[in-house]
């Protein structure tokens, strides 16, 4: 038995990265799978992971990819996304009388991933980068917090706090990202961080590991 536990925990010591991937993984691939269930029939399925999805991401339909539609997605009528269809022209009414969360989409217009572009895009920037981590053997050095904070961080904050700040506040110009936007701020902040915490923590672990053995 004892052999047995030792062996997980030498595994998980050194595959954590691994497991972490695979957490990520999971999570895309439940977003993906809610639209999927609801092209196929399954709307009942579609609509529970649509519904735990709730606690994890806003789900606007217009910042949100779609499977099995007319279009990959559909924009706020004045996002910077020429010749496509907005949100509110593809679904037949006005944006007021959308409700983010229960708008999951139609046979026409296709159905919405659970989690937003830019979810998606951190995640799966996320998962690579555990991958690359675990495939390193746990051996890359720490990216430097400046770097992290300016490719990292301020793009994606940028990008968020413009779109955001237009929208509430008067006197900017009305903006809404695009998935272009959201897709590479995304990825960014979620390959940087990983790249940041990792290593971190294998620090911390084998820090740990020598107090023990001293």
């Keep these: 038995m004892k052999r047995v536990v030792g062996s997980v925990s030498s595994f998980l010591r050194r595959g954590y990265a691994l497991l972490f991937a695979f957490v990520f993984i999971f999570y895309i691939g439940l977003a993906v799978l809610a639209p999927r269930l609801m092209i196929s029939g399954h709307e009942t399925a579609g609509k529970v992971i649509y519904k735990v999805f709730h606690f994890l991401c806003h789900q606007y339909p217009w910042r ?27 679904a037949g009414m006005q944006l007021a009388e959308i409700d983010p969360r229960s708008f999951y989409g139609n046979p026409q217009m296709g159905y919405k991933m659970a989690a937003c572009q830019r979810d998606i895009a951190i995640y799966g920037a996320m998962c690579i980068f555990c991958l690359v981590f675990f495939l390193s053997k746990n051996r890359m050095h720490r990216v430097d917090w400046r ?68």
Excluded: H
Aim: net charge negative; charged share 15%.
């Design 147 to 214: 770097l992290w904070l300016l490719f990292g961080v301020l793009p994606m904050a940028f990008d968020g706090l413009w779109q955001l700040g237009s929208q509430v506040l008067p006197l900017l110009p009305l903006r809404e990202s695009t998935p272009f936007m959201r897709t590479v701020t995304g990825a960014l902040f979620g390959f940087f961080t990983c790249w940041y915490l990792l290593p971190t923590l294998e620090k911390m672990l084998r820090e740990g590991a020598n107090d023990a053995c001293q």
């Design 64 to 90: 949100s990819w779609f499977l099995g539609g007319e279009q990959a997605y559909y924009p706020l009528s004045f996002s910077d996304c020429e010749g496509m269809l907005s949100i509110d022209e593809a």
